[in-house]
């Protein structure tokens, strides 16, 4: 939670370059994009499309769970049923938890054992809500179970000790032979669950603990250092505190201090913000306002691109993964709801930041091999929202849906020339493209279109191949500032997208404004 310190000018230089360069495509009247479909080498993991759950607000009580005396609301163990119906369709591989800043005050022991016994605490993050600790790890678990999602722990280093997250780690995955295998077992899980995914605190720069980089390694060392028993074949995979957005120090010394023995991910946290002291409403925003929110969506690509270039002279075989646990938009709370709670609307604005921040992390997918999108349920750029039983999925929800075709497939390098922009306060490139080609040979092919106002035809020349065909998908949208209601909750949702033909050397298409679209080609 603090803005990076990335100076935000450009050199006029360049603006005037980018200016030149988006001149010369509208003279061109056409954007050419080429993908480079024999040159496919890196997966792009399903691991990208994993999402983030906090205690705060309503995500966890009320939007995941209702727990099971629940009578009005249908659910199985707690878990509401239209929520992970929901979820589940998005195949969401890992899921983030407890935190955020709510993991650094967690203790673990106090949300375990028979409920009534289970001691409360404040929640000092986020509004001074007292929390219950009825959904702790096993509920968690559940939770993953029902929506076939992996877990992803996030330990508590800031108030934590070593010795507390040693004995997460052996609670949750050892068979047997030690005093918190046997409190498993008596709390009703006779086997280990065998979490794999384990962040190391979460942002020690600020909520996690105020440290420097300097000091935060050699906490970490320690941790992963007495975490690592009873394992097997198949590691914990570590993953640090990263980054938030354009501190490159943070990650420098993370990889100049961390032997890569000891590491397998590289944490980065990055909100599209217009500015942390006036965020402006979710859903009524000026042109102005949705320029800046777009600005900030697309600097992930710097971020992404300058954060791999320090960990590539560290890491040159690539082990470490960059793992971006904390992405999306964010506004002002919602009018007449708690201000703690991050409760939001998601538009149209919110589908082009998730389309083209996916696109970042595929086409960078040799390195961004984990991320999470913040966070799944009725906080920042949710999926779904939920109003007592009411429950509607949002256009950040149908992006993810479309893009689940890109879920572990062969990543396949785009090349785009001189691409059309709009100009705001600067200027910023309106399309964006990323593609992958799935097991059954299926070439998919997510393209976005940022511009509110412009249809922006495109040429895709595809290297190496012809189509016969071609199927699509569109979700669109009037308006930046469009999106679904409980009154309406299908005013935005994709339908079939028929602007576009094959040729004799890949696609034509048309991209009408604020649109994304996602074709799939044989
Ligand atoms: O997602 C909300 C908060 O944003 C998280 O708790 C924290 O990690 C980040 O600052």
Redesign the pocket.
Known sequence: ?RTDSLPRTCPRVLLLFSLLLCAIAFAAGQTRVTVHADQGKDTISRNIYGH?S?H?GRCIYGGFYVGEASTGIPNTRGMRNDVVAAVRKLRIPVLRWP????ADTYHWKDGVGPKEQRPSMVNV?WGGTTEDNSFGTHEFLDLCEQLGAEPYFSGNVGSGTVEELKHWVQYVNSPSGNPLASLRKQNGHEEPWKVRYWGIG??AW??GGEMRAEHYVDVYRTFVTFMSSGWGNRGPFRIASGAAGGDYHWTEVLMRDIPLSLLDGVAL?H?AVIDWNKKGSASEFTTAQYFASMREALRMETFVQNHIAIMDKYDPKKKVALVVD?WGGWYDTEPGTNPSF?YQQNTMRDAMIAGVTLNTFNNHCDRVRMANL??TVN??QAVVLTDGPKMLVTPTYHVMEMYTVHHDALMLPVETGSLPCIAGKDTLQAISVSASRDREGFTNISLVNIDPVERHEIEVTVGGKSFASVAGRILAGRTPQDHNTFEDPQKIHPVDFKDVKTTGTGLRLTLPPCSVVVLHCR
């Open positions: 939670m983030f906090e705060l935190g955020g800043c709510f993050w979460n942002e600020g909520c946290h909100y904390e991050l913040a966070q906080v920042l």
